[in-house]
Nanobody
Framework: QVQFVESGGGLVQPGGSLRLSCVAS????????MAWYRQAPGKELDLVAS??????????NYADSVQGRFTISRDNAKNTVYLQMNSLKPEDTAVYYC?????????WGKGTLVTVSS
């Protein structure tokens, strides 16, 4: 059973930064791709960033809306994936979720709330 636990959300002013963490347990973390999604109030779930497995080279992809501001990374020794968020905007306000598809099953964390407001 795979479990993800996110942390690092909070209230930040526009232009500020936050780093989200997602710790995985229960499986071989390095072997699967990871992603961050977000859901703003009243809106659909959107893919923010993804990173492939260690074996696939750890390639990264970003939504256009966060390109150049957010950075996804992973530390396989710590079973953790990160999302460094810089130059935050009010429209980045959302619940951020950690996700992976492992052996054709979707796994999600419970999310961490990020609020960007002055």
């Amino acid at each position: 059973q795979v479990q993800f636990v996110e942390s690092g959300g909070g209230l930040v002013q526009p232009g500020g930064s936050l780093r989200l963490s997602c710790v995985a347990s229960g499986s071989t973390f390095r072997n699967y791709a990871m992603a961050w999604y977000r859901q703003a109030p009243g809106k659909e779930l959107d893919l923010v960033a993804s990173i492939t497995s260690a074996g696939a080279g750890g390639s990264k992809n970003y939504a256009d809306s966060v390109q150049g501001r957010f950075t996804i990374s992973r530390d396989n020794a710590k079973n953790t994936v990160y999302l460094q968020m810089n130059s935050l905007k009010p429209e980045d306000t959302a619940v951020y979720y950690c996700h992976s598809n492992i052996r054709w099953s979707n796994y999600w964390g419970k999310g961490t709330l990020v609020t960007v407001s002055s």
